[in-house]
């Protein structure tokens, strides 16, 4: 357990240092290129064969353009693979694409955003700009599409002949070099019918945009087909500056009916056609598909609609016939985190993690049994990778300190005590190669942003392949020396459970009192409180004179199910409760003005803001809430029942989670924001609580931004909402001492 308030060490001023101070951080420069954390690669893997390293790197004049580079070690040289400009047609993404890209959250991303590798790593298959280009590693590029619509999910296949991918609902194959694609699933379908794509719940709340799957030697593929015609059609009105878009969206609201999922194998061109059997109950999820090495075995993760059963199923490729291989099981009063930490190994056995004993662990399944692979009151957050040939398991996890994430290695047979592979003081997440002969870090800390290398199986680092220190030349360099330190504390829920918060201070002057900017999120699968690098954000608002504070109530990640458990079915409670607590703190620090804590949340971190200002009139100066919801039952099925239930059946508490039945109860100054084209948080959530408040006419304040989603975020947006938040702020006298 940490201390109640641990500092890092002090910096040294930089005018003891080489280079100029920079001008105190504006807004403005935070959202400008060159980013101020530095080279940050998205998208780093290693090839197949381990020849090449390849990452997506932001243009320095441009920060939202990516560019495919490549490390070929055995020459230890970079070069550009893609130069997105020049390949690219600037044509406009389709719809599809579109929202496939803001369920990722990079819709405002430009140049490449994905890439894949050709298994035999001799080339790389590359998305750009709604088409299909096949680049070689000797320079040149093969366009493999010309169309105006966007091929959704392309994919090779396991062998390398074909090429797949989504066009206008249905699933094409082509042979890479060869005849071109033709679509291989029926036409004629209704128009509510696609093939091929996750559908929306499955890729905004269960992490999974794969639609097709295929099987080792090319023989067989598996197909997803959803029907949405179930679902309920709302009324989405995207408003943008110029123009206002009104589409007729399919949105599975909580307690409504969810597509209709099944899936198919086939052969590559269509033919042999035939469903697996998913069971009786046709209202569940699709989890993950994956075939056996040996392509004999298709196994399907089928998670019940309330999300406390998942099943493993054994599908047989050549009859669909199933059978269920083991059941994971929620504890009472909690849910199955669906995640992707698992691992099927060439001889039939599983790598999987499970909460079965109250903390994420890893375990081996093995001819029917079960084996536990790491133990502790701490979370496995990630399954990095298998070493199958040394028997070796690699993962990210808690065991070191719950708020600083670190990679270790153990044995598959002899998983005594993992061995940490990454270094103290930093935050990290590795991820292995196929083979798992090699990893690939990230780590940062408050001092260092983010850094990525390439080390061995053992964990030693061989090369950097993003080393992003801060020295002069670095984009943050110069702004370094003002960065104000974090600290670190804890508190206790009214059950005793240990809660953790971090505080950074602005310069303060002995006997003034200064105003709190209390940051939050407080939904479930987040945790705020960390080691790592953080946005600049932040210390442009601690350097405007507000100090800084956040922490992690019940219901956040990574501490365990009775940690996770108290929100289920009781969103808008436990969490209030626990933030409170924060507030009562503050309020007892010296240099904390009592009358100025100020909540701001985003998302969740919205709603909860709301649910705070209804519970404790006066409590708190002033509350920001950013696309907040507003009311449960307007938000999507598999996020909200995991959590809440199905409205059908427990409405009571539905009620007391609503937070636009209670909107009477905000008395305190209340800033509301919202994108005016959010397809995540409609904006009726907003226009909802509005239209309330307006009722009974209380005041409050709104700013809405045209054509922005859930994400409002541009090198002129984003400054301008800050400069709305904070002159919102000293508009309601939660200002900085004179």
């Known amino acids: 357990m940490l201390a109640a308030a641990a500092t890092f060490a002090a910096i040294v001023p930089l005018s003891a240092q080489e280079g100029a101070v920079e001008p105190p951080l504006s807004f403005e420069r935070v959202f400008a290129s060159p980013a101020l954390s530095g080279d940050a690669p998205r998208a780093v893997k290693l090839s197949p064969d381990g020849k090449w390293l390849t990452v997506l790197r932001a243009r320095a004049d441009d920060g939202d353009r990516y560019d495919l580079w490549g490390y070929e070690r055995a020459t230890a040289q970079w070069r550009m693979l893609v130069d997105s400009e020049k390949l690219g047609t600037g044509r406009a993404l389709s719809e599809a694409a579109k929202m496939q890209r803001e369920r990722a959250r990079i819709g405002k991303l430009k140049g490449i955003v994905a890439y894949h590798w050709a298994p035999d790593g001799g080339a790389i298959l590359v998305p750009l700009d709604g088409d299909l280009y096949l680049a070689r590693l000797d320079g040149t590029i093969q366009q493999l599409t010309d169309t105006p619509e966007s091929e959704l999910n392309p994919a090779l296949s396991v062998g390398g002949r074909f090429l797949s991918f989504v066009r206008d609902n249905r699933v094409w194959v082509g042979e890479v070099g060869g005849a071109a694609p033709a679509p291989i699933t029926p036409e004629g379908e209704p128009g509510t019918v696609s093939w091929g794509v996750a559908e929306f719940v499955a890729q905004e709340e269960l992490d999974r945009v794969e639609g097709l799957w295929w099987a080792p030697g090319d023989a067989r593929l598996a197909v997803q087909r959803t029907d949405e015609a179930p679902v309920s059609l709302v009324t989405r009105t995207a408003i943008g500056a110029d123009t206002t878009t009104i589409t007729q969206q399919r949105y599975p609201a909580a307690g409504t009916a969810n597509a209709i999922v099944q899936l198919f194998v086939m052969d590559p061109d269509g033919q042999n056609r035939i469903e697996v059997d998913l069971g009786r109950d046709k209202d569940f999820y699709l989890g993950r598909v994956d075939w056996a090495k040996d392509g004999k075995t298709l196994y399907v993760q089928r998670l019940n609609r309330e999300q406390d059963r998942l099943d493993m199923l054994a599908a047989d490729p050549v009859t669909g016939r199933t059978e269920v291989l083991f059941t994971e099981r929620a504890a009472t009063g909690h849910w199955i985190n669906l995640n992707n930490n698992y691992k099927w190994l060439a001889d039939g056995s599983l790598v999987w993690w499970s909460e079965r004993d109250g903390f994420g662990h890893l375990y081996r399944w093995q001819a029917g049994r079960w084996r536990q692979l790491t133990k502790g009151k701490w979370a496995v957050t990630g399954l990095a990778g298998v070493d199958e040939a040394n028997g070796r398991v690699f993962f990210d996890g808690m065991m070191d300190d719950p708020l600083a994430q670190h990679s270790y290695l153990l044995q598959i047979d002899k998983p005594r005590v993992p061995r940490r592979l990454t270094e103290l003081g930093y935050h990290n ?38 080393e992003n220190r801060v020295v002069p030349g670095h984009p943050w360099y110069g702004f370094s020396a003002a960065a104000r330190e974090e600290e670190f504390g804890t508190l206790n829920a009214g059950d005793g459970q240990v809660l953790h918060w971090r505080m950074v201070k602005p310069a303060m002057q002995p006997g003034k009192r200064y105003p709190v900017f209390f940051r939050h999120y407080g939904g479930p699968h987040v945790q705020y409180v960390t080691k790592a690098w953080r946005d600049p954000i932040e210390q442009a ?182 400069g709305t938040i904070m002159r919102f702020l000293k508009a309601n006298g939660v200002a900085p001492p004179e």
Do not use: C
């Open 429 to 466: 997440t590795a991820e292995a190669d196929a083979s798992g002969g090699a990893l690939l870090v990230t780590r940062s800390n408050a001092r260092q942003p983010p850094q990525t290398y390439l080390a061995d199986g053992d964990g030693l680092r061989q090369i950097w392949v993003s």
């Open 541 to 722: 608002i601690v350097a405007q004179g507000y100090i800084l504070f956040e922490m992690d109530n019940r219901g956040s990640a990574n501490r365990g199910v009775a940690f996770e458990k108290p929100i289920y079915r009781a969103m808008g409670g436990p969490e209030v409760a626990d933030q409170k607590l924060g507030g009562e703190y503050l309020k007892s620090l010296p240099f904390v003005d009592p009358g100025k804590i100020a909540l701001y949340g985003w998302s969740y971190g919205g709603y909860l803001t709301l649910k705070q200002l209804q519970a404790d009139p006066g409590f708190y100066a002033a509350g920001i809430a950013g696309a907040p919801v507003s009311r449960w039952e307007l938000y999507d099925t598999a996020y909200t029942e995991r959590y809440m239930g199905d409205p059908r059946k427990v409405k009571p508490a539905y009620d007391k989670a609503n937070a636009l039945e209670q909107s009477d109860r905000i008395a305190d100054p209340l800033l509301l924001i919202h994108g005016m084209s959010d397809d995540n948080v409609l904006l009726a959530n907003s226009t909802a609580l509005a239209a309330r408040m307006q009722q009974r006419g209380a005041p409050f304040e709104m700013m809405l931004y045209p054509g922005e989603t859930h994400r409002v975020a541009g090198p002129r947006i984003s400054p301008h909402l800050w």
